[in-house]
């Protein structure tokens, strides 16, 4: 069945340092990947998202880029902050399906 | 700005009893979603709702799962005879379209005892 692998599990950075999540996808149909970020006992939010159409999307301190053809997502956050501290999740999804599928979660520690 | 609701927050159950699991998605949101976060681990699907039929569904998703939109506004899961592998983080999400941005409720912690 469909699967997205993410790494690494958890990441501690400095602050100020850049943040990178890699996700790999095996639906080779799969055309759209949001991120989401959850913090402690709260809901997952969009921070990012991006097309299969599109190689990279930015958005202030935050970049997704896709590389359709390996299958790979990835997500940078430059200029990392201790607020940017949470759980990341990458996803995908196909169009025709209803459903996204989420990878393992990446707990980022950003150190003051 | 909308926001997915859910509640309750917090349900204690005794294992074999049913849970009733409600959600007021966005209100022009047209899919709508139930997944289940067990606790330290990733998000997973559970089913997938529109026009007032399951559009896919999981295989977490088994017989003693179903889900129900009983008037304009409520999304329902229901379990029917809880396990204590059900204790999670449930989710309801609901999204305009297919494949954008799906928005996620705060949860409702279920806990089976």
């Known amino acids: 069945g469909e699967n997205v692998e993410q790494h690494p599990s958890t990441l501690s950075v400095q602050e100020g340092d850049s943040a990178v999540i890699k996700c790999t996808y095996s639906?080779?149909?799969?055309?759209?990947f949001p991120w989401y970020k959850q913090e402690l006992g709260k809901r997952p939010q969009l921070i990012i998202d991006?097309?299969?159409?599109?190689g990279e999307k930015k958005d202030q301190r935050i970049a997704v880029t896709l590389n359709k053809t390996a299958k790979h997502f990835s997500l940078h956050i430059t200029e990392t902050q201790p607020e940017d501290s949470a759980v990341y999740f990458c996803?995908?999804?196909?169009?025709?399906?209803?459903?996204?599928?989420f990878g393992t979660g990446t707990r980022l520690k950003v150190l003051a | 700005e909308p926001e997915v609701t859910q509640t309750p927050s917090h349900q204690v159950t005794q294992m074999g009893q049913e849970v009733i699991l409600r959600c007021v998605p966005i209100?022009?949101?047209?899919?709508f979603y139930w997944y289940r976060q067990i606790l330290g681990q990733k998000v997973e699907f559970l089913v997938s709702?529109?026009?007032?039929?399951?559009?896919?569904k999981s295989e977490i998703f088994d017989d003693q799962f179903s889900v129900e939109r009983p008037d304009g506004s409520n999304f329902t899961l229901k379990i029917r005879s809880t396990k204590l592998e059900d204790s999670a983080m449930y989710f309801c999400?609901?999204?305009?379209?297919?494949?954008?941005?799906?928005?996620f409720g705060q949860g409702t912690r279920l806990t089976v005892v």
């Open positions: 999400a609901s999204s305009g379209a297919q494949v954008v941005e799906a928005f």
């Open positions: 639906d080779s149909a799969s055309n759209y």
């Open positions: 991006i097309r299969s159409n599109v």
């Open positions: 996803a995908a999804s196909t169009s025709g399906t209803y459903k996204y599928i």
């Open positions: 209100s022009n949101h047209l899919y």
């Open positions: 709702f529109y026009n007032n039929e399951i559009s896919e």
